[in-house]
């Protein structure tokens, strides 16, 4: 199975601030791979897929790169609606498999 | 409007089943993959089954084989997980997803199980 790890697991931020969540993978996955947030209620938000893609309706601040086994999930200039937990997860091969997990919280 | 909505979770002891089911609505159910992801309280999130749209083949991760059955109802728009031998470990948030290409692109609300004596 390919492993996921991202970091940091927790980022203190403050309002307009510029965050970088980093996700790197046991193996190359050739860039598929996927970004959601999920709120203190649970709900869970797919933001960007293939890399840099974003889902419909996500706001331009979010943006994804990377290539081979290192990617990252940028936020340009953090509102209040953004501090919440971020996974990344590889669909490169079998099984899906997700990052641990990253909180973005306010500072 | 997709939709996914989950019902069936609840508390059972260990060692016995529970069926969970999933409707959806808002897009052609038979022309996509789905699958279930489980997330178990204060830990990341974990695939749990995947089911095709065109065969019905499935797919399951190492923690569940042989313990769950994922399957679907086309002609109800429905998604149906069926676990058996429940362990505490199983406790979780279970959601409903549809697949897009690998990508998990809509999630239900997720429903509580819980495995306790």
């Known amino acids: 199975d390919i492993q996921m790890t991202q970091s940091p697991s927790s980022l203190p931020a403050s309002l307009g601030e510029r965050v970088t969540i980093s996700c790197r993978a046991s193996?190359?996955?050739?860039?598929?791979l996927n970004w959601y947030q999920q709120k203190p209620d649970g709900t869970i938000k797919p933001l960007i897929y293939?890399?840099?893609n974003l889902q419909s309706g996500v706001p331009s601040r979010f943006s994804g790169s990377g290539s081979g086994t290192d990617y990252s999930l940028t936020i340009s200039s953090l509102e209040p609606e953004d501090f919440a937990m971020y996974y990344c997860?590889?669909?490169?091969?079998?099984?899906?498999?997700f990052g641990g997990g990253t909180k973005l919280e306010l500072k | 409007e997709v939709q996914l909505v989950e019902t069936g979770g609840g508390l059972v002891q260990p060692g016995r089943s529970l069926k969970l089911s999933c409707v959806a609505s808002?897009?052609?159910?038979?022309?996509?993959?789905m699958s279930w992801t489980r997330q178990a309280p204060g830990k990341g999130l974990e695939w749990v089954a995947s089911?095709?749209?065109?065969?019905?083949?499935?797919y399951y991760p190492d923690s569940v084989k042989g313990r769950f059955t994922i399957s679907r109802d086309n002609a109800q728009n429905t998604l149906y997980l069926q676990m058996n031998s429940l362990k505490s470990e199983d406790t979780a948030t279970y959601y409903c997803?549809?697949?897009?290409?690998?990508?998990?692109?809509?999630w239900g609300q997720g429903v509580l199980v819980t495995v306790s004596s």
């Open positions: 997803t549809r697949v897009n290409s690998g990508y998990f692109d809509y």
């Open positions: 808002g897009f052609t159910f038979n022309n996509y993959w």
């Open positions: 089911i095709t749209n065109s065969d019905g083949s499935t």
């Open positions: 193996q190359g996955i050739n860039n598929n």
């Open positions: 293939y890399t840099s």
């Open positions: 997860q590889q669909d490169a091969s079998f099984p899906p498999t």
